[in-house]
């Protein structure tokens, strides 16, 4: 690593994004809806509802096999 350069972070464009996030004001749990597998989900952290939201996100690399 050339330290005589200073460091860069590459940014990736952000999206809007469909997320849950947890109901419980007290955890800060989410996930992307399109990364979850019931229509529904609870917490996996608390097991509080969940309801629907949006996020600003980088664009998520999925690889189907």
Do not use: Q
């Not at 997320?19 to 809806?33: I, L, P, Q, T, Y």
Request: net charge positive; charged share 25%; with cysteine.
């Amino acid at each position: 690593m050339n330290r005589s350069k200073p460091y860069r972070s590459i940014e990736s464009p952000l999206f809007e994004t469909d997320v849950w996030e947890c109901s419980d004001s007290h955890c800060g749990c989410w996930m992307r809806k399109d990364m979850s597998f019931v229509t529904e989900p609870t917490c996996p952290l608390c097991r509080s509802g969940m309801v629907g939201s949006t996020r600003l996100l980088p664009k998520a690399v999925t690889k189907s096999y």
